[in-house]
């Protein structure tokens, strides 16, 4: 049952109290967690907010973006360098839950949630987290695939910001808009004369994380950017997946539209 809830004003001080509540639960927008808790929990019995600790807002500079852990999904969708993540910001529950999910809350829901977490996958984001003495920077595919260690918090993640254009998005689900995810697909890709010379996809819906498509960018890059190619490389997806059945969709479904959705992202058809 809960006992505490606590809303330290700064990073030390939720390390702090981490530390001395023990069976404490991080919380930042309470989308996930709330829910979780209000359905019966004996896995904490405090939480210790993140709302005041001085972790919101978004910085640009030098050609990167630096978000704060604890900026809502809204927040991030009203600076103009980030425009290019508003279509997939607005797959993303409704704008009542954007006003109150985060960041890095996205990074820890439960698949099929975790549509940000596959674009940041995509944008090659770092994470910054704290354990109240040291930080690390972790890779963001890593970090959603390793998760955290007790009493470690992610206090930013950044990115540099894609050229123009470059940044392609899809989402796959039961309706159009405030879904959870049969797939989502997000990447960046560079092509040169009609040739790919980088791509990174994320993938979410299709494993116990958000993923990266690694065989898909290895056989996409250095050919043709068109339908042919990318719906070759496309095939390469069942290698990164580990799909799983739930009330949306069956695995066997989700691994059977995956390259379709890929190809849909990556060239819109
Ligand atoms: C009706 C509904 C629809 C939804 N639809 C979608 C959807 O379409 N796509 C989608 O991606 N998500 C969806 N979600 C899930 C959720 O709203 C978002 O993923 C949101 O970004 C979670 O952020 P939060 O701040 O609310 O997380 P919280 O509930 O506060 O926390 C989630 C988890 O992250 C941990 N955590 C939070 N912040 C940090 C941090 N800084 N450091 C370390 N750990 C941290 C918490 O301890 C907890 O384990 C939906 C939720 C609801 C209720």
């Known amino acids: 049952m809960l006992q505490t809830v606590a809303t330290p004003g700064s990073l030390p001080e939720t390390h702090a109290m981490l530390a ?14 709330m ?33 704060g852990a604890a900026t809502t999904l809204s927040d991030l969708a009203d600076v103009p360098a980030l425009g290019f993540l ?18 890095g809350g ?25 354990d ?33 254009g470059s940044f ?6 039961r309706k159009a808009m405030n879904a ?3 797939v989502t697909v997000a990447a960046v890709v560079t092509a040169t004369d009609g040739t790919v010379t980088q791509c990174r996809i994320g993938l979410g819906g299709v494993a116990e994380c958000a993923v990266r498509a690694r065989s898909v960018e290895e056989a996409l890059t ?20 580990e799909p799983f059945d739930d009330s949306y969709a069956s695995a066997w479904y989700r691994a059977r539209v995956t390259p379709v959705h890929i190809r849909r992202a990556l060239i819109g058809e």
């Open 20 to 33: 001395k509540l023990g069976s404490a639960c991080l919380i930042a927008g309470g989308t996930a967690v």
């Open 35 to 67: 829910p979780t808790l209000n359905g019966g929990t004996d896995e904490f019995t405090s939480l210790v907010s993140l709302r005041a600790a001085g972790l919101s807002g978004v910085s640009i500079k030098d050609g990167s973006a630096l978000i």
């Open 180 to 182: 959870a995810a049969i």
């Open 86 to 103: 508003v279509p997939a910001l607005e797959t993303i529950a409704s704008p009542t839950i954007r006003n109150m999910a985060t960041v």
């Open 222 to 241: 250095g050919k043709a950017f068109d339908r042919v190619h990318v719906t070759e490389a496309a095939q390469q997806a069942e290698r990164d997946i």
């Open 168 to 173: 392609k998005f899809t989402k796959a689900g």
């Open 132 to 164: 109240g003495t040291n930080t690390r920077i972790d890779p963001v595919e890593k970090l959603v695939a390793s998760r955290l260690g007790a009493g470690e918090i992610v206090t930013q993640v950044s990115f540099a910001l894609p050229a123009e």
């Open 106 to 130: 996205n990074l820890f829901v439960k698949q099929p949630y975790g549509d940000l977490a596959a674009c940041l996958i995509a944008l090659g984001a770092t994470a910054t987290v704290s």
